[in-house]
């Protein structure tokens, strides 16, 4: 399968700071992709879709100006969470689309986020 | 409101049994349902897919049953082993929308 590849793996940062978070998929170009997060023991949600030089698409209760995602290129995404609050702490998993293999989406391997 | 609902919530099987993991759709736009395999703090990785055309498809010791009357699909590990202890999530799509996933299944497999 696909590799996508997510820095850093695991952050701390204190309450009000930013964080960001790069996603890459090292093998393929991607026109769509996708963030997630995740509580212990719990699904995976959904956050937000974005294509390549468009605007993200948030999901409903997910805050755009928090969770800001900028789709630089077709191997590269990033999100940074602005002004991070304990609540905030949280697996966050981005994923790329194979356009080539139809609905296929390839998982990065996640960022553990704690805020103090 | 949960679109894809996934059961059993946790398995536990001896080696060599064959954990059976449920899932149920409504929404009969779907058209695409992989399953995943996540290891605690990893990322899900893709194990098998299949679309509704076909009612059974099977990669190694994975094996996926499709009831598109039923709205209802399943994944099957054959001889099971303590290695495939993890969490196990089924999927569906829309067209290659974003997927909805099921709440997960917790899976262990004992010596």
């Known amino acids: 399968g696909a590799v996508v590849s997510q820095h850093p793996s695991r952050v701390i940062c204190k309450s009000g700071t930013s964080v960001k978070i790069e996603c890459r998929s090292l093998d393929f170009q991607a026109t769509t992709m996708f963030w997630y997060r995740q509580f212990p023991k719990q699904s995976l949600m959904l956050m937000a879709t974005s294509n390549e030089g468009s605007k993200a698409t948030y999901e409903q209760g997910v805050e755009k100006d928090k969770f800001l995602i900028n789709h630089a290129s077709l191997t590269l995404s990033t999100l940074t969470v602005t002004s991070a609050h304990p609540e905030d702490s949280s697996f966050y998993i981005c994923?790329?689309?194979?356009?080539?293999?139809?609905?296929?989406?390839?998982f990065g391997p996640g960022t553990r986020l704690l805020v103090l | 409101q949960q679109q894809v609902k996934q059961s059993p919530q946790s398995l536990i099987v001896q080696k060599g049994g064959i954990p059976i993991i449920n899932c149920a759709y409504e929404n009969t736009a779907f058209d695409y349902f992989p399953w995943y395999q996540q290891f605690p703090g990893k990322g899900p990785a893709l194990l098998i897919a299949i679309r509704p055309d076909v009612s059974e498809k099977k990669e190694g010791r994975f094996t996926i049953s499709f009831n598109k009357s039923a709205k209802q699909f399943s994944l099957h590990i054959m001889d099971s082993q303590p290695g495939d202890s993890a969490t196990y999530f089924c999927?569906?799509?829309?067209?290659?929308?974003?997927?909805?996933f099921g709440k997960g299944t917790s899976l262990l497999v004992t010596p």
């Open positions: 994923s790329f689309k194979d356009g080539t293999v139809q609905e296929t989406q390839y």
């Open positions: 999927a569906a799509s829309n067209s290659g929308y974003a997927l909805n």
